[in-house]
């Protein structure tokens, strides 16, 4: 079991930046690929970032390519998202999820490939 706690989200202007965390207890944190997903309101919720176990490989949706970066600890047990030259339109919910068999290319944007979910953390960006 893994309980994953999501902080650092807030309202930021357009251009400013944001680093959300994601804090994961339990002993396997560094066995489980990790994502970052969003939902904005009105809108399915979509895949934004994922790595895995290692760190060494990442993966990213084209909208934020470029401005985003994930990275992780697994000496603190945590998920980092940087997210820098925030537009509005990244305006929403930010979840971090864990996947028991990892992520790959062909499996990280999938909703269903994660075992475990935070409660989310709100960025609301303005212009």
């Known amino acids: 079991q893994v309980q994953l706690v999501e902080s650092g989200g807030g309202l930021v202007q357009a251009g400013d930046s944001l680093r959300l965390s994601c804090a994961a207890s339990?002993?396997?944190?560094?066995?489980?690929?990790m994502g970052w997903f969003r939902r904005a309101p009105g809108k399915e919720r979509e895949s934004v970032a994922a790595?895995?176990?290692?760190?060494?490989?990442?993966y990213y949706a084209d909208s934020v390519k470029g401005r985003f970066t994930i990275s992780r600890d697994n000496v603190k047990n945590t998920v980092y998202l940087q997210m820098n030259s925030l537009k509005p339109e990244d305006t929403a919910v930010y979840y971090c999820?864990?996947?028991?068999?990892?992520?790959?290319?062909?499996?990280?944007?999938?909703?269903?490939?994660?075992?475990?979910w935070g409660q989310g953390t709100q960025v609301t960006v303005s212009s």
């Open positions: 999820a864990a996947a028991v068999y990892g992520v790959n290319m062909g499996t990280y944007y999938l909703s269903s490939n994660y075992n475990y």
């Open positions: 339990g002993r396997s944190f560094s066995n489980y690929g």
């Open positions: 790595i895995s176990t290692s760190g060494r490989l990442t």
